[in-house]
């Protein structure tokens, strides 16, 4: 038997692993161990340093819920998030909209709603605005019937799912006319801090970052032919908008908010117009793009594939 020392164990595993049946499985968990393994030696981690990487995603496990998914916000504060999104917008076959973070706050339980209705239930004087925009193909044709899903944080800064797990406010799902425009009344979102109470929020703070998103609002586009669109848009004059803690914002994707913007369909009130233009679809397409998903749904999906028999009753391992 070979002897295992850091310099041979790396290719002991990969021996191992050489069984796996699935080719993309096989290709991921091994460049995982090689560049894990890698990690480990450039740092010359210690026991101690590797026992409290692991009670740090312990912790992480612990603190997701229907509610919450902190392992959403370690990788969208560790950048990945936005790295597979910036990975997904290149295998698009059309240059559309650019993606963003779709975030922990998505809930798939979100109300239909009629075009200009407030998604707003609570709002503070002076904070109200119309949002409103286009979608179209890459060529500038409307794409009507599209599905726009929005959702964004209060008056507070906070998003409904953080203030009451089971009331509904600050998002909708609209539907594109034939001139391809969506419009609802809305407030003018706010800038805010990340959950700063577990173990990401102590990783940042350790790291002497901010915490701060630039004021943002969320939407996930559909329609029939067209790749999903998961974006945002941000307001241009925030002060976070270059150093976005998730690194989701970018100057794309950054609008203002118009006194008095007279082609907005809705009078009276200031307003943020949004244009969206949808890739087609693609074989790419097949599987979900979206670095995200409804905390809910998450914990489902994880608790489903716990129940899964397995062959034999586990034993202690030595
Ligand atoms: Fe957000």
């Avoid at 295992?4 to 968990?29: C, F, G, H, S, Y």
């Avoid at 603190?63 to 370690?74: K, S, Y």
């Avoid at 706050?105 to 109300?111: A, G, K, N």
Wanted: aromatic share 6%; glycine share 8%; with cysteine.
């Amino acid at each position: 038997m070979r002897e295992l020392t850091p310099e041979t164990i790396t290719a002991a595993v990969l021996d191992q692993m050489a069984t796996t049946p699935d080719p993309r499985l096989k290709k991921i968990m091994a460049s995982a161990v090689k560049h894990l393994h890698a990690f480990a030696r450039d740092v010359n981690l210690t026991p101690a340093e590797w026992i409290k990487g692991i009670e740090f995603m312990t912790a992480a496990g612990k603190m997701c819920t229907a509610e919450r998914q902190e392992f959403i916000l370690l990788s969208d504060t560790l950048g990945l998030s936005a790295l597979v999104n910036g990975m997904h917008d290149k295998t698009a076959i059309e240059e559309g909209t650019h993606t963003s973070l779709l975030g922990p706050f998505y809930r798939e339980t979100t109300p239909k709603l009629a075009a200009g209705s407030s998604i707003a239930r609570r709002s503070k004087p002076g904070s109200e605005c119309v949002l409103y925009g286009r979608v179209t193909n890459s060529s500038g044709a409307p794409v009507a019937d599209a599905t726009v899903s929005i959702w964004q944080t209060g008056a507070d800064g906070l998003y409904d799912i953080q203030e009451n797990a089971t009331s509904i406010d600050y998002r909708g799902v609209f539907t594109t006319n034939a001139d391809g425009i969506y419009m609802l009344r809305t407030v003018k979102p706010l800038g805010y801090s990340i959950p700063m109470d577990g173990p990401v929020g102590n990783m940042v703070k350790a790291q002497a970052r901010h915490g701060m998103r630039p004021a943002h609002i969320h939407f996930l586009v559909g329609a029939s032919g067209y790749r999903e669109l998961v974006t945002a848009l941000y307001l241009r004059d925030d002060p976070h908008l270059a150093d976005d803690v998730v690194f989701g914002s970018s100057g794309d994707l950054a609008v203002e908010v118009a006194a008095n913007d007279p082609d907005c369909p809705i009078g009276g009130m200031p307003s943020i117009r949004f244009d969206m233009r949808l890739s087609r679809e693609s074989a790419a397409d097949k599987t979900s793009g979206r670095v995200g998903a409804d905390p809910a749904a998450i914990v489902r999906r994880a608790t489903n594939s716990e129940r899964v028999p397995t062959a034999a009753p586990a034993r202690a391992g030595g």
